[in-house]
């Protein structure tokens, strides 16, 4: 009986420690508030940490916690706030934002594309602001992961909404240039060339006719030796010129960067078009050599190939093509044309769904 006596005495004895503990939480708890509120910040990133070492899981603290070493360039403090409140939140889709962008800033960018990515495909009524740093951020990861074509249309609506922003002008010229990049990365010599880059190709999406070819001609005569500047201008003459003239801009092009994959592959895919496949198929193979993460190189070998019957090797360079830029219209199409070739009747039919809603938004932003 003695020893049990202790024993409830010993427990007894623990409870007025765990009530100033938990006095010891709210108390840090409703300073940080306080602080933050205030906008002592400093101050209330300091309570906020306290507060969490007593309760780890206080997602509310988390979160504050998070955002203020956001807006404070704390990133790595950020990082590990943002990182505990998903493991307790992780349907909100801002947490999963906030902590794409702290792992941006602190240099873990595969993480950081595919958080910001999930971020924006779950969030919803975000700031426009905040929605706006997202896809700015999206845009410069996927030309760092060497994925121009999927990175160029994300920058689309910023250059639409006319931000004149030196780092944006940096960002859609290296994407333009097709160099795998960020801004900050970028090499002090060579700013002023991808600037000017990114100036005629800001021109060119805002639909600027009269501005953008005498851009494009001071482009040209200040660098006329400048890997993928003959490229970027044979793009520009496709969209309104004949294939003839775009043709020199690219053979210009291999001449200057010989292992260029989106030069060798749109001559290869340009000589398919006029008939010529046979004689396309050597260049469209080394492009695809040259280019395993370029979509236009996989697909004009694909193309090539579907065409010489060897349908498995085939569909194996357009699916490659599709996932690496899954918004071409003209890869699911395709694809759906292979599938079908080769009896795989299911996955032709999924393409062409694919294709005609594709189509039919197309269409709706086109009247838009």
Known sequence: MMALTRVFASLLALLPAFAVHAATFEELAARANGAREANKISDAIGLYQQALQLKPDWAEGLWFLGTLAYDTDQYEIGRRAFSEFVKLQENAGGGWSFLGLCEFETGDYPHALEHIQRGLKMATGLDPSIDQVLRFHEAMLLTR????DQAMPRYMPLVQRRIQNPVLTLAVGLTSLHQPLLPKDLPMEKQDLVAA???????WMLGDTAKTGPAFQALLKSYPNAPGVHYFYASYLLSFRPAEEAMVE?????????????????????MVRAGASNAALPLARQAAEDGPTCPMAQFTYGLILGENAELQQAIQRLETAERLDPANLEYHMGL??????????????????ISI????????HGQG
């Open 357 to 364: 809603q594709m189509a039919k938004e197309s269409g709706a």
């Open 250 to 270: 690219l053979k210009r092009e291999l001449e200057l960067n010989p292992h260029n994959p989106d030069a060798r592959a749109t001559i290869a895919l340009l």
């Open 197 to 203: 880059v990114g100036n005629a190709a800001r021109l």
């Open 336 to 353: 759906a044309g292979l599938y079908s070739k080769a009896g795989r009747h299911e996955d032709a039919r999924r393409e062409r769904r």
């Open 145 to 148: 992961m060497g994925l121009f």
